[in-house]
């Protein structure tokens, strides 16, 4: 069965840091671009930042450059999404996405597998 796997999500006070994982079973992230997304109820999913295959990260929301990164280790399977100094609008459903091919994209539809979902809430 082909699926990403989050966790890391949890509750967090303001200023503070979390770290999502993304793991992948039953196929090999290598040739597959990974998509941060967020979302919000009420509201679209916004497009957070995304990695290439090389390495490369593509940023899509001004509200949270210098804070986060999105980084891949290949060898475990897994990518992951450091979040630093956290506001309580970061509060969202993170979704991790894979896409199989060269370029980033912050469309939602144009990736292929997609993550349950982890709540992050930040709150003092």
């Known amino acids: 069965q082909l699926q990403l796997v989050e966790s890391g999500g949890g509750l967090v006070q303001p200023g503070g840091s979390l770290r999502l994982s993304c793991a992948a079973s039953g196929f090999t992230l290598d040739d597959y671009v990974i998509g941060w997304f967020r979302q919000v109820p009420g509201k679209e999913r916004e497009g957070v930042l995304c990695?290439?295959?090389?390495?490369?990260?593509?940023n899509y929301a001004d509200s949270v450059k210098g804070r986060f990164t999105a980084s891949r280790d290949n060898a475990k399977n897994t990518a992951y999404l450091q979040m630093a100094s956290l506001k309580p609008e970061d509060t969202a459903v993170y979704y991790c996405?894979?896409?199989?091919?060269?370029?980033?994209?912050?469309?939602?539809?144009?990736?292929?597998?997609w993550g349950q979902g982890t709540q992050v809430t930040v709150s003092s």
């Open positions: 990695i290439s295959t090389h390495g490369g990260t593509a």
């Open positions: 996405a894979a896409r199989q091919n060269y370029y980033c994209s912050r469309t939602p539809a144009e990736y292929d597998y």
